[in-house]
């Protein structure tokens, strides 16, 4: 069986999960091997959910501080989705889980509709401005939605960062990423089969 859901550029054909079935184990091991493959890796690299934490909770805090001057809004007055998403990841680091998690809903919400990140957002991220194709954003967002899930268990999180490395995924990332930027795609592979694994051995 082969892992059918990002063969093609997603940002161009947006993939459609809710028609989509599970297939048992036979799709978890081809899910499996789509990630291990973009690693070039052959086996699964099991990491403590302790190091997956430290990890991302590193390259957040690299964002952080490189952005610290930086503004929300632009001079149109639209929301930045990079700020707003440094502005989620401050609020989780201080504890402040619930606001974290009621601005990321808005985001999630936005991305599975239409499967994409915009740069600017009207501030009730509803429509979206600006290039669909700034990968360091759907980077950045994975590390947000890895760190929630790690700290909230909401299924809807672990979900949709499936499909925002899906995404990734099919734009032929070692192509695309400069090294900085696959650096960041690494960690949230590993982060991501990790979990998924931990996932599916609990519910065997």
């Known amino acids: ?12 054909e947006r993939q459609d999960y809710m028609y989509s079935k599970f ?11 789509n990630r291990l493959n973009c690693l ?7 990491e403590s959910i302790e190091h997956i934490e430290t990890r991302v909770v590193a390259e957040l805090e690299k964002f952080l501080e490189s952005d610290r001057e930086s503004k929300l809004e632009n001079d149109a007055g639209l929301l930045s989705t990079k700020h707003f ?26 991305f599975e509709v239409s499967k994409k990140i915009y740069p600017y957002y009207e501030n009730t991220v509803t429509s979206g401005s ?4 700034e990968y360091i954003l759907y980077l950045l967002m994975g590390l947000v939605l890895t760190y929630s899930y790690m700290k909230t268990g909401d299924l809807q999180h672990l979900s949709t960062l499936l499909k925002i490395l899906d995404t990734i ?36």
């Open 1 to 12: 069986m082969k892992y059918q859901y990002n063969g093609t550029d997603l940002i161009d």
């Open 85 to 110: 998403l440094l502005n989620i990841a401050n609020s989780f680091l201080l504890g402040d889980k619930e606001k974290a998690i009621r601005n990321l809903d808005l985001l999630i919400h936005r």
């Open 169 to 204: 995924i099919s734009i032929k990332p070692r192509t695309k990423l400069d090294h900085a930027e696959f650096g960041i795609f690494e960690v949230l592979v590993l982060g991501e089969v990790n979990l998924v694994e931990r996932l599916n051995v609990n519910t065997c």
């Open 130 to 133: 600006g290039s669909d194709r």
């Open 40 to 46: 070039n890796s052959s086996s699964l690299q099991a």
């Open 23 to 33: 297939e048992g184990e036979e799709f978890i091991e081809a899910y499996l091997e």
